[in-house]
């Protein structure tokens, strides 16, 4: 059975840092894009960041630019978003989502990615 687990998620105050883990089981990444999503409460779900197969495409969304930072580790079958600088509107469930992708192509929207994760809390506040 194919399956994306999230982890990492959690509470941080304004400035700090998290990483979020996307663990596979089932199938192997190498072939896979990956991308991370988020929804607020109330909001719909967005765009953060998205990473080619092979990792040497990536794409952000501006409100994380410069903050965030995807990438993958294949032999761990793993996706990471690094998350410094911390806002309270960053406060979000965070979901991956994979893409089987041969290419140097990284997918920005949801309706492009096959697999999903059931997604991990992180909450900014002091």
């Known amino acids: 059975q194919l399956q994306l687990v999230e982890s990492g998620g959690g509470l941080v105050q304004p400035g700090g840092s998290l990483r979020l883990s996307c663990a596979a089981s089932g199938f192997t990444l190498d072939y896979y894009a990956i991308g991370w999503f988020r929804q607020a409460p109330g909001k719909e779900r967005e765009g953060v960041s998205c990473?080619?197969?092979?990792?040497?495409?990536?794409n952000y969304a501006d409100s994380v630019k410069g903050r965030f930072t995807i990438s993958r580790d294949n032999a761990k079958n793993t996706v990471y978003l690094q998350m410094n600088s911390l806002k309270p509107e960053d406060t979000a469930v965070y979901y991956c989502?994979?893409?089987?992708?041969?290419?140097?192509?990284?997918?920005?929207?949801?309706?492009?990615?096959?697999?999903w994760g059931q997604g991990t809390q992180v909450t900014v506040s002091s």
């Open positions: 990473i080619s197969s092979g990792g040497s495409r990536t």
């Open positions: 989502a994979a893409k089987r992708s041969s290419g140097y192509v990284c997918y920005d929207h949801q309706y492009e990615y096959d697999y």
